[in-house]
């Protein structure tokens, strides 16, 4: 089936299988890697991205049904500078291996837009290998002050 994504500020269009998950036609389709497959089933949240603002688990979201805009991490920065959330994690040394940083900062830019009052809990669903979450709850932190100050 023929689809339409709109993907980062650019429309894509794609052939695909009714069942190509959003994660799959994103890193294997339009190459790109940000979103990562980590579990494959909606636990670790290493695959989040936005759509229509929201995050989504884009390995449990099927490309078909996507009916928004999508942002990648890769869509968060300009070539001028990094996101305030990206910048954060950078500044608090909120990622070690990196492999689940991408999925941690699109949960974290809608924590801080959201105003969260319980980060911890509204993260839970994002898992770090290395255990970095003393960290990542301060670039989160670090981040909604910065969105206060602009």
């Known amino acids: 089936m023929d689809i339409s994504l709109e993907v980062n500020g650019r429309t894509e269009q794609l052939g695909v299988e009714p069942g190509v998950t959003l994660l799959d036609a994103l890193r294997e389709r339009l190459g790109i890697t940000g979103p990562k497959k980590g ?5 670790c949240g290493a695959c989040t991205v936005h759509v229509d603002g929201k995050p989504v688990l884009s390995c449990l979201t099927l490309a078909a049904a996507v009916r928004g805009p999508v942002t990648t991490v890769e869509g968060l920065s300009t070539e001028d500078e990094l996101h305030p959330v990206q910048q954060a994690f950078v500044d608090q040394d909120a990622l070690q291996c990196g492999f689940c940083t991408s999925g941690q900062v699109m949960s974290a830019v809608a924590a801080v837009r959201d105003d969260v009052s319980d980060v911890r809990e509204f993260m839970s669903g994002n898992l770090c290998r290395c255990s ?3 960290n990542i709850v301060r670039a ?11």
């Open 132 to 134: 970095a979450y003393p």
């Open 140 to 150: 989160v932190e670090q981040a909604r002050q910065a969105d206060a100050t602009v």
């Open 39 to 43: 579990c494959d089933r909606g636990q």
